[in-house]
Antibody
Framework: EVQLVESGGGLVQPGGSLRLSCAAS????????VDWVRQAPGKGLEWVGR??????????EYVASVKGRFTVSREDSKNSVFLQMSSLETEDTAVYYC???????????WGQGTLVTVSS | DIQMTQSPSSLSAFEGDRVTITCRAS??????LAWFQQKPGKAPKSLIY???NLQSGVPSKFSGSGSGTDFTLTISSLQPEDFTTYYC?????????FGPGTKVDI
């Protein structure tokens, strides 16, 4: 079955760090760009960041509010992408989704999401 | 950043109705627009990409159109499972930006 599965969410104090994982199964991640999207409780969707394929240099893009605090990386050998989050703020509390698509498509596959709660 | 607006923010309709949701971009995005359906507590589901391309497995009652700054999502005959929230997304320019959502109520 083709699917994405996120993990690593939880409760963290302001200023803390957390690493989210996104594991792909049923297909190879290596030719997919991968994006992270979040949704604060009761709010809309917000794009967080992207990592391009190795062929495109594994380069990344981020929304301004997380730039310098969040880092997206990938390990194609493990068919996984990661979101390293540091200096977390209460405003980062959200469900975090990873999403990807085959070349020529966009945002086709979505994981189930993982909840990150930043609170003291 | 490109700002995305959606109208209406919510609408009420009957089962079997045809409804249209509009998405507007603050600048020309060509056809770099996607539509998503999200049910409460669930991940978004991709419906349309490149403004009018139906994702595989999505019923043909969903259709998208538009280019440049103005786009529409049409649901031809509302069924009970369609009463939920819909979002548009521009993916021309970083940061990618979503519209605020349109809630379709029965």
């Amino acid at each position: 079955e083709v699917q994405l599965v996120e993990s690593g969410g939880g409760l963290v104090q302001p200023g803390g760090s957390l690493r989210l994982s996104c594991a792909a199964s049923g297909f190879s991640f290596s030719d997919h760009h991968v994006d992270w999207v979040r949704q604060a409780p009761g709010k809309g969707l917000e794009w967080v960041g992207r990592i391009r394929t190795k062929a495109r240099g594994d380069t990344t893009e981020y929304v301004a509010s997380v730039k310098g605090r969040f880092t997206v990386s990938r390990e194609d050998s493990k068919n996984s992408v990661f979101l390293q989050m540091s200096s977390l703020e209460t405003e980062d509390t959200a469900v975090y989704y990873c999403t990807s698509a085959a070349p020529g498509n966009v945002f086709h596959l979505w994981g189930q999401g993982t909840l990150v709660t930043v609170s003291s | 950043d490109i700002q995305m607006t959606q109208s209406p923010s919510s609408l009420s309709a009957f089962e079997g109705d045809r409804v249209t949701i509009t998405c507007r971009a603050s600048q020309d995005i060509g056809n770099n627009l996607a539509w998503f359906q999200q049910k409460p507590g669930k991940a978004p589901k991709s419906l349309i990409y490149a403004a009018s391309n139906l994702q595989s497995g999505v019923p043909s009652k969903f259709s998208g159109s538009g280019s440049g700054t103005d786009f529409t999502l049409t649901i031809s005959s509302l069924q009970p499972e369609d009463f939920t929230t819909y979002y548009c997304l521009q993916y021309l320019t970083y940061p990618f930006t979503f519209g605020p959502g349109t809630k379709v109520d029965i």
